[in-house]
Every structure is written in C-alpha cells, then in structure tokens.
C-alpha cells in the first residue's frame, strides 16, 4: 500500500472501534487547561493506573505535563459540545465551563461529566507521533447513573441498545 492509501485505511479501520470521549484537565499557574482524548484505557488494579496517547502537537499536554497532575472527566451523552469545545486548539476551552477543583490535586472536574478519575503521571513512552502516557490513580468518582459519549466512526453517539452480558 502507498503511504497516503495506508493512512487512510489506518483512519477508516480505526474509527470502526468505537470509544468513549474524555477530556485530561490539568492547572497551569493556577488557570485551567485540557483537551479532547478518546485514546484511554484501563491499565492497571494492583497498583491502579490508567493510560493515555496525546499527539506531540497538542499545547495543552506540555501544560499539564509540566505539573504531572491530572483529571480524566468521562463525558456523559449531552456533552457532545464540551468535547468538541476542548477538541479546539488556541481557544480559551473553560470559559462558560463550570468545574470544580478535585479533592488532592485542585486539576478541574468538568461539572455534568459521567464520571472522573484524578492522578499522577507515572510515566511517558514514545508512540511515533503520540506520546503514551502511564496515570497512578488518586480517586475516582462515579457520577449519577447516565448514557456515556460514545465516538464511532468520525462522529458522536449515544449507546441506544439493550446491554449483553459480558462475561
Ligand atoms: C473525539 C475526539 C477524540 C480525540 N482524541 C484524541 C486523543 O486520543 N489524543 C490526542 O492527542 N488528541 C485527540 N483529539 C484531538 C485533540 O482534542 C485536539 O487536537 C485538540 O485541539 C488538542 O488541544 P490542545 O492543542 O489544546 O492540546 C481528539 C479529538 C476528538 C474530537
């Protein structure tokens, strides 16, 4: 395959695995920063860590990298625009954003959110135009029971089929 031909598969097959949508908040000199991630996952129970990928080009992660402290707000159904607000590079992305301050770290917890998860780096890898990046988990919160923001296919959705059980 060409390279332009790969990459675009690479975008197509991609998307046909759908995510959930978080946004990593962080402080920098006390102001509020964050940005739009659906590469997250569980890492690990004993100890209790999480991972991320942020691309290289982002601003906001050097921000919240220089602190090392974060907080991963999962995003509910209906913050399709608070996803799209934090996915925008250069803007001011908290103005008209209610937070509030996580309870060891002060990093911002997006208000309305399904859940939230607030943690130290532990480490970073290199992942080609990504860095991969390690969270030991501080606390974490469930929210009230709602519908998560899915991302599937170049788009937002809502989970609208009866659950199956998984093992
Ligand atoms: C649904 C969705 C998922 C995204 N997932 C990621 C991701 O996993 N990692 C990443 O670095 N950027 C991801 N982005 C893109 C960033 O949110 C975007 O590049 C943002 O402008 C970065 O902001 P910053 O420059 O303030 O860091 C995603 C965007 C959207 C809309």
Redesign the pocket.
Known sequence: MQDQELIDEYRRVLGLFPTG?VVVSGLSDGTPVG?????FMALSLRPPMILL???RK????PLIAATGKLAVNVMAADQGDV??T????GTDKFAGIPWTPAPHTGVPLIEGCQAWIEGEVACTYDGGD?VIITVDVLTLHAGPDAQPLV?FRSAFRQLDQPSLVAG
Do not use: N, P
């Open positions: 949508v940005l739009t991630v659906q590469s990928s942020v691309d982002s601003t906001s992660w996803a799209l934090f996915a925008k590079s990504h991302f």
